[in-house]
């Protein structure tokens, strides 16, 4: 509805009602710039989108990419080598039909049988140095009575009397006076280190009066293991060594009388041999004195 408004002069002018349409306006462009920006958005530019897709498809189908200068630059070589299109040799011969495969040579059972009998000379003349030697110790030290050497099918046996040498009765540690011969033993026997070694410890028949150890098998252990700690004090591997008590079962003389007891009081370390001897050698190379049995531990009682 229009109104009048009077003017300075007595004049007056007519004034309308419709500022509404001024917001109306700026509504309507505001409304138009959102619907183009709007449809700028969602419109694509098809050449672009496939020239991405050319370059995608390009990066991952395993084509090498064209480089520039830079590595020739960088010393690389000037000549360009284009790879060949046939593949590499391969080490492998292929299967042809009706060809028969070269087998590879083995050797012969007269092969076979020289080299074993060669390893078996060769183990025979360590075992037979390695006597000597300890015999001659023994002769030095004036105990070749109690000290014997003999080589069996086992191996090396080394017999050592307990009485007045290595323990006193009924005890399990390792005297003194001894301790210079058995280091003098352990170096000899750590020359053979391709060799293990196994201390039985043995006893008479007679009941121990000892109340330190129950039977004669307990003290059997407890002697092969004191000789066992010592030879690891004197340089001989541990792992190299087993300990084992067979008490009285393994008697080499009769218990009946003084002298047999003396003998049956006795330590024996077993050099097994590696190679299995021929029942020649073996019997050819007895030594002195009284034939010492097979010795099988008893890996029951072992320390």
Do not use: C
Not at 163 to 170: A, I, P, T, W
Not at 225 to 254: C, K, L, N, W, Y
């Amino acid at each position: 509805m229009a109104r009048g408004r009077r003017r300075r002069g007595g004049e007056e002018e007519s004034e309308t009602d419709e500022r509404w349409l001024l917001t109306y306006a700026d509504m309507i462009t505001l409304l138009m710039a959102l619907f183009m920006v709007l449809f700028s958005i969602s419109s694509v530019n098809t050449s672009k989108f496939e020239g991405l897709q050319h370059s995608l498809q390009e990066a991952f189908s395993g084509k090498v990419m064209t480089g520039g200068k830079s590595i020739m630059e960088a010393g690389g070589a000037s000549d360009v080598v284009t790879p060949s299109s046939a593949p590499p040799l391969s080490n492998l011969q292929p299967y042809v039909a009706g060809a028969t495969p070269k087998p590879s040579p083995k050797p012969s059972s007269k092969q076979t049988a020289t080299e074993a009998a060669a390893a078996k000379a060769a183990e025979q003349d360590q075992f037979r140095k390695l006597k000597q030697k300890l015999d001659s110790a023994a002769a030095a030290k004036g105990l070749s009575s109690k000290i014997k050497t003999t080589i069996t099918d086992e191996g090396l046996v080394i017999r050592l009397l307990t009485d007045d040498l290595l323990f006193d009765s009924g005890a399990a540690t390792v005297r003194p006076d001894s301790l210079p011969l058995l280091k003098q033993v352990a170096r000899l026997l750590a020359t053979q280190s391709g060799h293990q070694l196994i201390v039985s410890g043995n006893t008479d028949s007679q009941p121990i009066a000892s109340g330190q150890f129950p039977d004669n098998l307990a003290l059997s252990t407890d002697r092969a293991a004191s000789i066992v700690r010592t030879f690891t004090a004197d340089g001989i591997p541990q792992e190299r060594m087993t300990a084992a008590g067979r008490g009285a079962s393994h008697p080499i003389a009769p218990n009946t009388t003084a002298g047999g007891r003396s003998l049956n009081r006795r330590v024996e370390i077993l050099v097994p041999r590696v190679v299995p001897a021929t029942d020649a050698a073996a019997s050819s190379s007895a030594g002195p004195g009284p034939t010492i049995p097979s010795i099988k531990p008893d890996f029951s009682k072992t320390p």
